[in-house]
């Protein structure tokens, strides 16, 4: 799987995430097209935000 190497590809990446939160809702089936891509999409921007936006960690 390619993972997001720019900030350009992660905020294009982020509209369409925005877009398809506004179609997939809890009663969308799991093998809706909209819900698979945003599921993927959300894999890989969480990817992207733990490497380049890690939280400070509790001590």
């Not at 509209?15 to 809702?25: F, G, P, S, Y």
Request: charged share 30%; aromatic share 8%.
């Amino acid at each position: 799987m390619k993972l997001i190497s720019s900030k350009a590809e992660y905020e294009a990446i982020m509209t369409r995430v925005n877009e398809l939160a506004e179609i997939v809702d809890d009663n969308t089936p799991q093998t809706d097209r909209n819900y698979i891509e945003l599921d993927f999409l959300t894999d890989l921007v969480v990817a992207y935000e733990k490497e380049h936006y890690p939280t400070a960690e509790k001590t």
